[in-house]
């Protein structure tokens, strides 16, 4: 297609040249101006210039020490993950105050270093949503102490081998990932207090939970999954409090526990599927104050060494295969010793102590569906004599042990029985049994 005439062509040009110089005239005055000179050659005053942006991010030279701005990049990191705070808590987590005004978060000074580092966190009941702790819990390199229990932290348990100080942990009732004991753990050498109840771990426990942690005082694994057998050493640890109630733990209680008779003060066997004979060492433990292994399988008499828990206040021994006599000599705890309560409930036993008879009457025993004459609240006649029909080949695996390892007739010389009753009337008072909360 053929252009424009000549004529218009030459029209069309001049248009543009006179935008054109229009433009530049405009452009050079502002030149002009930017470099201080006016349109008519005489100087005008200079523009300040703009300043930066500031930025919203303290710098790491505003930070008390290099390890405190480390640690905030960490804990910043971490916020963004975070879903879900309906406390408000990470909105106090901005600033360069960690030690301060942080919420969870305590400073100290490690071993034999001059500055302040971020040394525990304590989320506990904060509520707060994150799909995983990785990345934050160890990215801390001076923690001692993480405790987080009921938030929603998913996701696997962080390798925490690398934190030298580290000695207390507790991530109880989240939702970490279904998985088997955590065996990163046992190589926390100075750990004091390992709490994994509430969550959705299986499997066997590891034997090294109980030969990994010399200065180990509470290991609280109830109400997950874990199953199988417990494993033999279990008496090895010198653990005060162990909680391995509410699991699925078959096979019988290990003879080691008696390895543990001047260490454990309150352990929980209870609600678990635990066979075999009651065990004659559960009687050695000397220093015991809670023996709960209710709601099992468990078989057999009581054994006489049972006699020799002096120091025991709650005895649960509820709803197992139990039959024979209760021991004169264990009722007797209830005033020779610190006994508040005895809970023999839902097994066959057939006959009680003289003594016994006295604790029924001041609510401190309770035998409540077993096969004792006279006793209240009694099974039939017919489910007794069906379960000796049934079990009486099975009674001489467990034969009655009437050997008393210790002199049960010494008294405690006035005991304050209405103090004592007092101390242990709120089961909170018991750290194990505080932890079958979540």
Not at 112 to 141: C, K, M, W
Not at 168 to 175: A, F, G, H, I, Y
Not at 195 to 218: C, H, K, M, T, Y
Request: with cysteine.
């Amino acid at each position: 297609m053929a252009g424009p005439p000549g004529g218009c062509r030459l029209a069309l040009f001049c248009v543009l040249a006179v935008s054109c110089i229009a433009l530049a005239a405009r452009t050079s005055d502002a030149t002009a101006r930017d470099a201080g000179v006016g349109t008519d050659n005489h100087p005008i005053r200079y523009a300040a210039p703009p300043p930066p942006p500031m930025s919203s991010e303290p710098r790491a030279c505003e930070f008390e020490n290099l390890r405190l701005y480390r640690a905030y990049l960490v804990i910043k990191k971490f916020k963004k993950t975070v879903t879900r705070d309906p406390k408000g808590v990470t909105s106090t987590w901005t600033g360069t105050d960690l030690c301060g005004s942080y919420k969870g978060f305590f400073c100290e000074r490690p071993r034999n270093i001059p500055d302040r580092t971020v040394a525990s966190v304590d989320l506990n009941g904060y509520q707060l949503h994150a799909d995983s702790l990785e990345g934050f819990v160890d990215g801390l390199p001076d923690l001692a102490l993480f405790h987080a229990n009921s938030n929603n932290f998913g996701g696997a348990l962080p390798n925490l081998k690398k934190l030298q100080y580290f000695y207390e942990l507790d991530v109880s009732n989240n939702r970490l990932a279904p998985a088997p004991f955590p065996t990163d753990v046992l190589g926390l050498a100075n750990a004091t207090f390992i709490d994994i109840r509430f969550n959705s771990f299986f499997g066997e426990l590891p034997a090294g939970l109980f030969s990994s942690f010399p200065e180990v005082q509470a290991i609280f694994v109830n109400n997950n999954q874990f199953s199988g057998n417990l494993p033999d050493n279990l008496g090895d640890s010198p653990v005060n409090y162990l909680s391995l109630a509410n699991n699925q733990f078959t096979g019988p209680i290990p003879a080691s526990i008696a390895n543990a008779a001047d260490t454990l003060l309150e352990v929980l066997f209870l609600d678990n599927m635990l066979s075999g004979c009651l065990p004659y060492e559960l009687g050695l433990l000397a220093q015991a104050t809670v023996i709960d292994a209710g709601t099992n399988r468990l078989t057999g008499p009581i054994p006489c060494s049972y006699a020799c828990l002096r120091n025991v206040e709650q005895l649960n021994l509820a709803d197992n295969l139990l039959y024979g006599v209760v021991p004169d000599a264990l009722c007797r705890l209830a005033h020779d010793g610190h006994l508040t309560n005895l809970t023999l409930s839902g097994n066959y036993f057939t006959w009680l102590g003289q003594s016994c008879w006295d604790l029924i009457n001041e609510g401190k025993l309770n035998v409540d569906r077993n096969c004792i004459p006279w006793a209240p609240n009694q099974r039939s006649y017919e489910e007794c004599a069906e379960f000796f029909h049934e079990n009486w080949t099975k009674m001489t695996t467990c034969p009655v042990n009437f050997h008393v390892p210790c002199d049960h007739h010494k008294g405690y010389g006035g005991v304050d029985a209405g103090r004592e009753e007092a101390k242990a009337a709120e089961e909170y008072q018991y750290r194990t049994y505080s932890a079958l909360k979540p």
